[in-house]
């Protein structure tokens, strides 16, 4: 038993009296040690002047609440130059001076508060035996020191919103040690190059091409490299894409009804009328209202009135102004492009056709049957999917014709992403050829945005500037506009093409710094957030075995003594 009361309580402490109540255990302690040391003069005292108790608060034992009733001896220094007299003892890594908590239960307060915040750590420490505040727990953590930075070799630094369209901060990570360095409470040039200045270890500056953190590192490391971001590369690229789509609205549509025709053919199916449900007749309202707004813009503009005067006008935002007028028409609601989107019904679409035809209508028995060949979706998938012909049955059609054809309109946002793609499905490939048809900027387009994306994907920065001439020479304004743009910044361009670094790591960091500020809804000052986002964990500490042979203390009567 004694041995087991030795590796439970804070080390430098022998058991006095152990009193275990119903909802704590009272511990008296005394300190092992023999003699204490002068915090004056430094020279030991073995000459007890009196003692005193101080109580303690400690880790729980199985849930109870635990509190150590320690007797600190007071001693006489045997200096008789010095100017303490008397002092009393200290132990150590047990606890702190004027503390009302023992030092390890601190640590796992602190912890608790890193990980869980104020009023959710409250609720923890509750469940785990331990009372304390919340403001308590904050404390903890606005009084723990700040982490260092250290010599910082790989930076990656962006921007995360204090308060969206308002107010910005400044993330700083560490790509090679995996952890956020620092957290700036504002975006600007000035403060991001003192920090450089502050840390010239830095030889690498990853970022998402914005133009102030590229002025900052220009600024306060000169000498670093600058990295652009592969992801936000291929980002621009997609927006330069879908504004060149957005000027050819027409040529969307035709390749659609061209498409959407081969596919009715190819089905069987007859076309007929829709019925004017409620549904439809609210999306023709809507388009109708749609269209009228498109129309007084056009009009507007025909007028020589500026962008912002049509938006007070109209109540239409900006941008939609511009891409509107930038389109060669009113753009429908819906790219247009007809594919069979994958359900997991496809395979067993067959069978489920020859089950109704021979009039078995029941969605229910219909899933069971298929469940045992091997489908593994819900029950809800099988409705939906027979809903069709259940329709059809009521509108006299006969069940044996095909159903029609499932189809998705593209945007020009998804086209985007296709035209950069070098491998796609035959429903896409048959769809691009049909627009490519219809436009045939679109195949120039299509292998400026292929070559590009692959390029990112070899890391083969050496073909850039070859690449940038072709798009310059292709005479596409957007094309254009993008290569220009990639020069503004060519050599941070460059490297990211070619070099490991990106902007992932920073990316998972911040939407780690949104959760912390969720959970304190918002309300968290910049110093707390901060500690909160540096904070980094140790590695769990592995917890000590029972030694063989020992039992754990029996509680029949409510004491166990050992003397000290």
Request: aromatic share 8%.
């Amino acid at each position: 038993m004694d041995v087991e009361l030795w590796s439970l309580l804070p080390e430098g402490l022998d058991v006095g009296t152990v009193t275990i109540k119903e909802d704590m255990v009272i511990i008296e302690a005394v300190a092992s040690a023999t003699s204490a040391t002068c915090p004056e003069c430094s020279l030991p005292s073995r000459h007890v002047h009196s003692h005193r108790y101080r109580t303690l608060s400690d880790l729980p034992w199985f849930g109870l609440a635990v509190r150590l009733m320690v007797r600190i001896r007071h001693f006489r220094c045997r200096n008789e130059h010095c100017p303490q007299q008397i002092f009393a003892e200290q132990i150590p890594g047990t606890f702190e001076a004027f503390s009302r908590r023992t030092k390890r239960l601190n640590e796992a307060l602190l912890t608790v508060a890193y990980e869980l915040g104020g009023k959710a750590g409250v609720r923890v420490a509750d469940a785990l035996g331990i009372d304390i505040g919340r403001d308590s727990l904050l404390r903890l953590i606005q009084r723990s020191p700040l982490p260092s930075a250290g010599a910082v070799r790989v930076l990656s630094v962006d921007d995360w919103c204090w308060k969206k369209r308002h107010s910005y901060g400044t993330m700083l990570v560490d790509l090679e040690q995996h952890r956020p360095v620092d957290l700036l409470p504002d975006r600007n040039v000035d403060s991001f190059a003192r920090w450089l200045t502050a840390h010239d270890s830095v030889e690498v500056v990853a970022s998402d091409r914005g133009g102030t953190y590229s002025e900052g590192a220009s600024t306060g490391a000169p000498h670093g490299i600058q990295v652009a971001d592969r992801f936000h590369l291929l980002t621009n690229l997609g927006t330069a894409i879908e504004q060149f789509l957005n000027k050819h609205h027409r040529d969307l549509r035709a390749a659609s009804a061209k498409m959407r025709q081969a596919a009715i053919e190819a089905s069987g199916y007859q076309p007929r009328e829709p019925a004017k449900t409620k549904l439809v007749l609210s999306q023709e309202a809507k388009r109708d209202r749609r269209k009228a707004k498109y129309d007084q813009v056009v009009a507007l503009a025909g007028q020589n009135l500026t962008y912002k005067q049509i938006a007070v006008e109209t109540g239409v935002s900006v941008d939609t102004i511009s891409r509107w007028l930038r389109a060669d028409g009113f753009p429908e609601w819906g790219g247009g492009v007809p594919v069979r989107r994958p359900s997991k019904l496809d395979r067993y679409e067959s069978y489920l056709r020859k089950r109704w035809t021979e009039g078995y209508r029941n969605a229910t028995e219909l899933y069971k049957e298929i469940t045992k060949q091997g489908y593994v979706g819900s029950p809800q998938m099988v409705r939906y999917f027979v809903r069709g012909w259940r329709e059809s049955q009521s509108n006299k059609r006969l069940p044996s014709q095909p159903p029609p054809p499932r189809l998705r309109e593209y945007l020009p946002h998804h086209l985007a992403w296709l035209l950069s793609q070098s491998e796609l499905d035959d429903d896409d490939t048959k769809y691009i050829e049909q627009l490519c048809e219809e436009c045939a900027d679109v195949r120039t387009v299509q292998g400026l945005a292929s070559d590009f994306a692959q390029m990112i994907r070899d890391r083969d920065g050496e073909r850039l500037s070859a690449w940038m001439d072709r798009a310059q020479q292709s005479e596409l304004p957007e094309m254009v506009s993008f290569a220009r743009g990639l020069g503004k910044d060519l050599a941070a361009v460059k490297a990211g093409l070619s070099s490991e670094w990106s902007q992932g790591q920073i990316e998972g960091q911040i939407n780690r710094l949104k959760l912390l500020k969720r959970q304190m809804y918002g309300r968290a000052g910049f110093e707390l957030l901060q500690r909160r986002v540096l904070y980094s964990p140790a590695r769990p500490r592995r917890h000590r075995r029972q030694c063989a042979g020992s039992s754990p203390p029996t509680t029949s009567g409510t004491e166990h003594s050992k003397r000290a």
